[in-house]
């Protein structure tokens, strides 16, 4: 019969591991490793017995401890594993093997047999250790993303240089909590991990609530742009339930009720007053921004489109202002195409650099696309209006933009479909 030396190897690879489940303490579990390596490969055949008959005094010797000890380690080890001894009349341990087989024809001592049939539950307890093992993996990953989070939205709630110093003083104090350094008794437990995570959560959404309120803030800024006059109503309502100071305040509220015309800037003598009257543009430093957004791609699903599939989306208007070259549409020529196409839509330069900071240029460059198609097929009233109330959906997780653009395919008629069909695909 062949031997199966599979169960001792499988002895030494799981007890180290699982051990410490069975109540058993790391001089007993030591002292069980050296006895199965004592064994010869022969006692693990099947029918076969695996017993140390060495005595007490000389086992004792080669471990250097006291025969006491020995007799402690056994007895935990036979109450651990069940196992049941053999013992001689006078309790001295001595056995006998076959010369040619190797195998026990009688022994007295230690008997580990037993063992085989413990492997079923140090089995299982390997592979409920391994799952809480992954689980307490994937929490700790999770945790470092939050608090990743919380860093980068307490930083973007901080570079809002409209904002009130006491609501930066309280993103600081916000992530100061959240990024304390974890214990390595926190990391070792799964319940304190998701207790750090929702934590980190909590601490995400009051940032957010900060970040989103520090945007609006912000917009309640003199300007000459009517279609963000024309807007201000939905501005003062999202401002009454702003928690920075000075948003829902009795003065901001009140220079929110201000008519229209005392809150625009003063506009040369002749200048037309019409939604489409030509007037000086702001300086590039207030429309462009190259900087990183606040919000990841991921959370505007931006990333989801490529520029052909952009491209097909967009109205005859905007494909206008795309640059004529023999290559493929590249994101930069998405950029740029809605960068020329926001005046004609009478968005103003300070709400397009706002987009950027947020959600970043691409992503800004889609919503003013799906802004045109509304003005085109619904003729809303506010462009701008319309664009900012998009980018105020992005910092509570509500700005899907890859949804819209494929909204807006899907509409097309099916020759459309077809011209274009080898740019309707995800971005990997």
């Given amino acids: 019969m062949p031997c199966d030396t599979s169960i001792r190897a499988e002895l030494f690879?799981?007890?180290p591991k699982v051990g410490h489940t069975l109540s058993l303490g790391?001089?007993?579990l030591d002292h069980l490793l050296w006895l199965i390596a004592r064994t010869p490969p022969a006692d693990w055949?099947?029918?076969a017995r695996a017993v140390v008959f060495m005595e007490v005094k000389k086992v004792a010797e080669e471990r250097g401890v006291t025969p006491r000890q020995i007799n402690t380690y056994e007895r935990d080890i036979a109450e651990a594993f069940g196992l049941v001894q053999a013992k001689s009349c006078n309790g001295r341990r001595y056995g006998q093997r076959d010369p040619e087989t190797g195998k026990i024809v009688h022994a007295f001592g230690f008997e580990l047999t037993g063992l085989k049939g413990a492997l079923p539950d140090l089995r299982r307890a390997k592979a409920e250790l391994d799952a809480m093992k992954a689980t307490r993996a994937q929490r700790a990953r999770?945790?470092?993303?939050?608090?990743a989070r919380v860093r980068r939205l307490a930083?973007?709630?901080?570079?809002?240089h409209?904002?009130?110093?006491s609501a930066r003083d309280t993103a600081a104090q916000i992530a100061a909590q959240i990024c304390e350094r974890v214990t390595d008794r926190?990391?070792?437990?799964?319940?304190?991990?998701?207790?750090?995570?929702?934590?980190a959560w909590r601490a995400a959404s009051e940032l957010e609530a900060l970040l989103l309120a520090g945007k609006t803030c912000g917009s309640d800024v003199e300007t000459s742009d009517p279609s963000e006059e024309n807007f201000r109503h939905i501005q003062t309502k999202t401002d009454s339930l702003s928690p920075l100071t000075g948003c829902g305040s009795p003065d901001g509220t009140a220079a929110a009720g201000k008519p229209a015309v005392a809150r625009r800037e003063a506009r040369p003598a002749g200048l037309p007053r019409g939604r489409h009257a030509a007037r000086p543009e702001p300086h590039v430093a207030d429309a462009e921004y190259t900087g990183p957004a606040y919000m990841p791609p991921e959370a505007t699903g931006a990333y989801m489109v490529r520029p052909g599939t952009a491209v097909a989306a967009a109205s005859e208007r905007f494909r206008a202002y795309l640059p004529v070259v023999d290559r493929a549409v590249a994101v930069a020529d998405v950029v740029d195409a809605a960068r020329e196409l926001r005046a004609e839509l009478d968005i103003g330069a300070r709400a397009w650099r706002e987009a950027c900071e947020v959600v970043g240029a691409y992503p800004a460059a889609l919503c003013l696309l799906i802004v045109d198609r509304a003005v085109i097929e619904r003729g809303i009233a506010s462009p701008g209006g319309y664009f900012r109330s998009m980018i105020r959906r992005a910092p509570v997780g509500k700005l899907r933009v890859d949804r819209s653009i494929y909204g807006l395919l899907r509409a097309q008629v099916p020759e459309e479909l077809a011209a274009d069909r080898g740019d309707f695909s995800y971005v990997a």
């Fill in 45 to 47: 055949e099947s029918g």
């Fill in 155 to 160: 930083d973007a709630v901080a570079a809002l």
């Fill in 186 to 199: 926190q990391l070792a437990d799964v319940q304190e991990l998701e207790r750090l995570i929702v934590a």
């Fill in 142 to 147: 999770q945790l470092v993303i939050e608090r």
């Fill in 162 to 165: 409209y904002a009130p110093q």
């Fill in 26 to 28: 790391k001089a007993a």
């Fill in 13 to 15: 690879q799981l007890l």
